[in-house]
């Protein structure tokens, strides 16, 4: 019988089911719902794989985990792991990029469209009845425009970027890119420098991940180098965008709205400065729209996460390092 043990301490935090079926076949599986980071250690401490979503995993409770070999971040991202103890331990680390980047992409432009084309208030007016007794119709404030001819920058050149693009493209847009690594490179569209990129972009949308070089890349002064018709799309990491920057921008028009999936906190704070803007600007759901990560979790996104973690696992057994991160 295997004796192998598989935990995976929070797949709640994926915020829909996910089927864990298959990992059965490599192991005895322990599941917790959404285990605090003080409380893993314990979880942990006789697993042989560990599989997590967000837990931030260090020495201080993978200490313990002696018969440790493999962490699956279920997730793109792994800024959450600590890959230097990792390396340290011989503990072998891999992700599953790219499987969101058709999910992601859709929710960039579900972002967009509602808050370009005014969706909350427009649905508003009709369901509280204001269409059936105000005529004429006056929409005061409401002008949307058309993504024909407009320009579109995408910061992070990944596969959820190169599909942004390309998408953005279908709608006639000018797209151009600024890579945050100065690694991806792409003939279909134009490289830029970032400043450029704030400067001359319509929309811009952020799908790079969380490093030294894109924390606290877009604060006060990037926002101030952008139109103030421009709308900028966070779909990366929170800690990309400044959030107190941002209030301030969207409190003194230096952009037209912002829509965010994700947060420097997640869960986002209840007293933090997005939530402030909410409460104390009525008129805040029109240029700032908030959902609560769940850009890559699609139906087929989620299946492509678990047959992906599989294959990692099978591969990792097997000697080969299909996605295995660099530690």
């Known amino acids: 019988m295997n004796d192998r043990k598989i935990v995976f301490t929070d797949v709640k935090t994926l915020g829909f089911h996910v089927n ?3 990992l059965g076949c490599y192991g005895q599986v322990q599941l917790y719902e959404c285990l605090e980071d003080n ?13 997590t979503n967000q837990n931030n995993l260090n020495e201080s409770n993978l200490g313990e985990a002696k018969k440790l070999k493999l962490i ?7 800024d959450n ?14 992700n599953v990029p790219g499987y969101a980047a058709g ?8 972002m967009l469209l509602y808050l370009i084309s005014h969706s909350r208030y427009f649905d508003d007016f009709v369901k509280e009845g204001k269409y059936s007794t105000m005529f004429p119709v006056y929409h005061e404030n409401r002008d949307f425009f058309e993504l024909e001819g407009k320009t579109w920058g995408v910061i992070g050149l990944g596969a959820i970027g190169r599909k942004v693009g390309r998408i953005a493209e279908g709608f006639g847009c000018r797209v151009i890119y600024y890579s945050t690594t100065g690694k991806n490179h792409d003939v279909l569209f134009k490289e830029s420098t970032l400043d450029d990129l704030l400067r001359n972009s319509d929309i811009i949308s952020v799908h790079a991940p969380l490093n030294r070089e894109t924390r606290g890349l877009i604060g006060r002064t ?3 180098q952008m139109k103030k018709s421009s709308y900028l799309l966070n779909l990366g990491r929170g800690g990309i965008v400044s959030e107190e920057d941002l209030v301030y921008a969207l409190e003194n028009q230096m952009i037209a709205g912002a829509g965010l ?35 890559y979790a699609s139906t087929e996104a989620r299946e492509r996460l678990m047959s992906t973690i599989c294959r990692n696992i099978e591969a990792f057994l ?3 390092d299909l996605n295995r991160v660099e530690v």
Not at 39 to 51: F, G, L, T
Not at 81 to 94: L, N
Not at 263 to 290: C, D, T, V, W
């Open 261 to 295: 999936d994700v947060f420097e906190n997640e869960p986002i704070r209840q007293a933090g400065p997005l939530m402030r803007y909410i409460s104390g600007h009525p008129e805040a759901g029109a240029k700032l729209y908030l959902t609560p990560h769940i850009g």
């Open 39 to 51: 409380e893993v250690a314990a979880a942990v401490s006789d697993a042989d794989i560990i599989i």
């Open 103 to 110: 999910s992601v992409a859709q929710h960039t432009f579900a």
């Open 222 to 224: 990037e926002l101030g």
């Open 318 to 320: 097997a000697g080969n």
């Open 20 to 22: 864990v079926s298959g």
């Open 72 to 78: 699956c971040a279920a997730a793109t991202g792994y």
């Open 81 to 94: 792991i600590d890959t230097a103890y990792c390396r340290e331990k011989g503990v072998a680390v891999t």
